[in-house]
């Protein structure tokens, strides 16, 4: 790819073969003694990508895929193996000598310089000058380049810190490939990103393939991985157990692999599937929907969002299998009326919300990123002040420790890096009368604390185990599994001194989660809602809206575009979706 | 790979906040090394002043007595340090917060008659609160005004040095000269029963180490062992999620602050309450900029400050027979400097460590 600027273009490679091979790599982690020594992270994996094609590379949280691909970058060094690029042999070890072979990585959590611009974080590192300045109209000008070339619609010169999440996707992959990377290793690109959004970056990975670029995704999406991948590569256990090519294999079959054992594959699949009693949403890869729902939903949907709609809605949605199960909707325990509020950048994106949530019930929030749902859940655990209408809540949900947070963004807003996995695991329910000595300067007693933060370890399947590993060292799955273990678990029975959870509020609750720890928490989250509490989960995955809503609330320019009855149609949602303002941003 | 977010000093604080004893103690026999073989490179007789300065540190009630009143009053100001480090604030004002809660100290010894009993703790509680204010006033300009804790504290070190040094001391609070005693200067002699009691036939060891001692024990406690510190410590690892999980992260930052102006403070009490016992005409001491390096090697831990300021108080306590072998005393202070650099330098060696072949823990740095 030719840009305007002068990124240090690698020599192109002429000859055939794989663009990326990666041979016999096997990576080994020091741990502590009674863990068993060590760790093999990465067991003899092999994997060629050649050129123009894309590859995807699955497997569950702590598969061994980042690892994989740490290697492939040079973040990591091989304990043993080769990795080649273009039929050369990487310096192993060396990022530096990845990128000027061409290989680019785009990592799960950003590395992105929050204050400045796109187009400087773009630049960052391989500036263009003039003379001794940065050519700052260079960098974006190139920027608006690749921007443009791919659809993605950047505005280079505004700050990264403003944009979307899916914006600043779309900023990482620019980045690659304005230093000239003919290799693209994406880590979970649409993980953060709406259906269109996501659409919309596959549409740009098959574009990136058909000019010549090899990519490797990482996914734990499999409808995605079979929409735009060649071939399909499945790790468990830090060994690659499993290659096909997309045409030749199904969801079934790859969730098979992934989880291991062709038994625990198809029950494990079925996401959606609803526990005895209830009904649930479709199961996304087998996609049944019930006909007789689809039809209810379409009857009942009722694009203004009116209480007595809502009201309507739910009775013809759910019918008598709602009421029928776990004693259904009960009080209202919180209300938002005409509710206004703005953003950190001062814009009003909450422009009148009406919203009531009643004890017993999940309400799913579907919208486009950057509609007013962040700005919703926050306003909901009183993080963020209203500016106008009212916001009421029952006596219940007024404690702090009885409302449940999982937030949008879990390492700044969810986790104290630095501290323990079991320092993390109390964070916000510390106080409670279990974990300390009221009587004694709220002396922590540290054996409750420690068996709690056992038992809350085991039920979300934390790895490591180690209460005393310091968060920043799991993996970005993990550190999740941490979030929703407190906020959701980490209260009456488990801890029975805390209040009862009353309102849950749970913003991408399994964002980078695999197959199995997306159905504990879905599981988890039914369980707090047939324990009598409140739930509002906002996702962009229009699957999970389906699977776990009782009903669906859209939202679309800081409005409740529209209300739907649970299970309803997709393409009905996602019309709603982009019914109302923030269409435009998309 | 979260640490690829963090800034220097974010990843400063946490190579200091992850300290373990071994790296510090490593980092003081590097330098007690590198600093003899700096000594002996001038042609001095770099074991002979080793020997000498050993023996003024150690050797006898005497001088254990001298490295045990300086180890407090370090300990006191490197706690202080170490506190703001725990909520991730750089308290850079600890040397005007212990200026001022040494004159805090002498006016009560000086002005108040107090059963003795009640006395030291009163002169105490003021030197904490006079400590306290210049903290609080660094907080509250960074809570209201955004104004960064480094510069505004390096500022009031100034504003307190010479309100107390150019014009309290030598002028409304300055001693009448009575005809017995002209050459005094400074504040009035503090009544006896505000001077710290002496535990040591022979030497100048009072109750300010058990007090320093017992403080330490009281932060290790506090940060470790309680809900209040968990929250401090959570708020200095992530002021964001804390506030998120509902901890009142301003009250915990005036808490911890307001905490640490008080140690510096009674820091700078102990000094006057227990040797000076005064405020004395010329006061320069360094004990609160020196606090800075004892929470540094201390790892901002208050067992390792503790011993630390051991380390500091020893070397200040032997810097003296020095020149009985003909070297000069600031030395000690070489050496001081180089265990600072050796301990700031950590995370460069690990990097070293790595490069050379060890498998790097988490990750490379890229």
Redesign the interface.
Known sequence: MSVGAAPPSPSPATGAGPALELVRLTK???KPAAEGGVCVACDDVSLAVPAGEVVAVVGENGAGKSTLM?LAY????P?SGSVRVGGRALEL?S?RDAIAAGVGMV?Q?F?LVGPLTIAENVALGAEPRRGLLFDRARAERAVAELSDKLGFGIDPRAPVASASVATQQRVEIVKVLYRGARVLILDEPTAALAPAEAEALLESVRALAAEGKSVVLISHKLREVLAVASRVAVMRRGRLVAERPAAETSAEELAGLMVGGAAAGPARVALGAAPPGREGGGAPSSGREGGGDVAAGRGAAVAGGGRGAAGAVAGGGRGAAGAGAGGGRGAPVVALRGATARNDRGVVALKGVDLELFAGEIVAVAGVDGNGQTELAEVL?G?RPLEGGTFERSEAARA??AVA?V?EDR?????????SVE?NLV??R??APG??RQAA????D?AARRELAARLIEALDVRPTDPGARA??LSGGNQQKIIVARELLAAPPLLPSSPPIALVVAVQPTRGLDLGAIANVHARLREARDAGAAVLVVSLDLDEVRALGDRIVVMAGGRVAAELPAGADEALVGRHMLAGEGAARA | ?????AGFGERLR?AL??GTALPSALAVASALALGFVVIALTGKDAAGGYARMLDGALGGPEALGETGVKAAVLACTGLSVALAFVVGLFNIGAEGQFIAGALGAAVAGASVRLPGPLHVPFALGCAAAAGALPALAATWLKAKRGVHEVISTILLNWVVIYLVHDWLVVGPLRAPSSGANVSASGTAQIFASAELPRLLEGSRLDVGLPLAVAFALLAW?LLG????G??L??VG??A????????PVARRLYLAMALSGALAGVGGALLILGTERRYPGVFRTGYGFDGIAVALVGGAHPLGVLAAAFFFGAMRAGATRLQLVGIHPSFTELIQGLAVLFVAARPLFAALAGALGR??????A?
């Open positions: 080994v982690f020091a740490n040079g973040l990591y060094r304990t070890g990022p990592h959590h590395m655990v993080l702090r420790e947070h937030p390492q700044r807003r969810g986790l104290c890096l630095p501290l320092e964070l916000g510390h106080r974990l300390v300067f709220d002396v922590v540290a920043e060292s | 790979m979260p640490e690829g977010k946490r906040a992850a406690l062992r309680t809900a209040l968990y929250e410590r959570a690892a992530n964001e999620a804390a506030r998120a999980a509902g901890v498998p790097p823990a988490g990750k490379g890229p």
